[in-house]
C-alpha cells in the first residue's frame, strides 16, 4: 500500500522495503514523525522506536541535535521482536559512538551492520572491526 500526506510519499509497498533492505540507514525528515499514526513506544538515550500504523512498522531513529528537522532512521521493519531486539542493541551500542563525535547516516552504516553481523560484540570491538579506532580513546569505549 502507498499512501499519501500532502503531496509525499510516506510509506512504501512491503515489497520495496523489503527489498530496499530495512536496515538501511537513512535520513527522513522528522516533521514525519509528529503524529500521523507514528506513536513512540520506547525511547533510550537518543534512540527512539516508533509504532507507524500507516505502513504497519516499526521504525527506530537516532534524534541527533546538531540536525533538529532531520535525522537518521536506524531501521524500518515489520516485525514487533525484530524490531525491540535491534532498538535495544542500538541503543546500547551506539551511545559510544554519538556521546564522542556527531554521527551522519553514512557514517552510522557501518557501525549497525558490523552490530547486527556480530551482536555479541562490545563497541570496542566494533569501533576496531569498521575502522573507527580514533574513538577508542574515550572513557567510553573502555567499559
Not at 513512540?40 to 537518543?46: H, Y
Not at 558490523?114 to 551482536?119: A, E, K
Request: aromatic share 14%; glycine share 4%.
Amino acid at each position: 500500500t502507498v499512501f499519501f500526506n500532502r503531496g509525499r510519499l510516506k510509506c512504501f509497498n512491503l515489497w520495496d522495503t523489503v527489498s530496499n533492505n530495512p536496515y538501511r540507514v537513512r535520513d527522513v525528515p522528522l516533521s514525519d514523525y509528529e503524529g500521523g499514526g507514528k506513536v513512540k513506544v520506547r525511547e533510550e538515550n537518543r534512540v527512539v522506536l516508533y509504532k507507524n500504523s500507516q505502513c504497519q512498522s516499526w521504525d527506530c531513529l537516532l534524534m541527533c541535535p546538531n540536525t533538529p528537522t532531520m535525522t537518521p532512521r536506524l531501521f524500518q521493519v515489520f516485525s514487533e521482536d525484530n524490531a525491540i531486539y535491534w532498538f535495544s542493541q542500538y541503543a546500547l551500542k551506539l551511545q559510544p559512538f554519538y556521546d564522542t563525535h556527531p554521527l551522519k547516516a553514512e557514517s552510522i552504516q557501518p557501525i549497525v551492520n558490523c552490530s547486527r553481523s556480530h551482536p555479541d560484540w562490545s563497541c570496542a570491538h566494533i569501533a576496531v572491526e569498521t575502522g573507527l579506532r580514533k574513538f577508542l580513546k574515550y572513557t567510553s569505549f573502555q567499559r
